[in-house]
């Protein structure tokens, strides 16, 4: 089984995540200080079949989206049917893409063919089809008063 680097895969759907965006994910995951300025945003996904491995989850702005430039990212260990987690981001319209790290191994599995093995999804639910899902089908407004979101892994 081929094994690709984090939120990368050969459809493109995950980019590489920065370093200190990642290394923040996971020495704090789902914590961040309050800011004023920001708006939260609590996420929720649903239709975990596996109680185990995390959820590995990166939010874009419109502007990164296409280009794999996540302006939030987060792993969320998994140990139920539902997680949920928080964000604080600037009031404005995002869109999220994310994987079930089943094994626990920080990458996204794939078959020799290069298409992923392990339940990944977008927000809005939106379809992937030779690739991510398209922006518009993705996006979603966080309002200064914030937004909940919900997700549901094929």
Do not use: C
Not at 78 to 107: N, R, W
């Amino acid at each position: 089984m081929k094994r690709l680097p984090l939120f990368e895969a050969a459809v493109g759907i995950f980019a590489p995540v920065p370093a200190l965006l990642l290394a923040a994910a996971l020495l704090f995951p789902g914590t961040a200080a309050a800011d004023p300025a920001k708006a939260q945003l609590t996420l929720t996904v649903t239709g975990i079949k596996d109680h185990k491995g995390a959820l590995m989850i990166a939010i874009y702005d419109q502007a990164g989206y296409d280009a794999d430039k996540q302006v939030a990212a987060s792993m969320l260990p998994v140990s139920a049917d539902t997680a949920t987690t928080t964000f604080e981001l600037p009031a404005g319209q995002y869109g999220i893409k994310l994987f079930h790290d089943v094994d626990g191994d920080g990458k996204m599995g794939a078959n020799p063919f290069g298409m992923p093995i392990e339940p990944f999804a977008f927000s809005n639910n939106a379809p992937a089809q030779f690739g991510p899902a398209k922006w518009d089908a993705a996006k979603f407004d966080v309002a200064a008063t914030g937004a909940v979101h919900t997700i549901k892994l094929p």
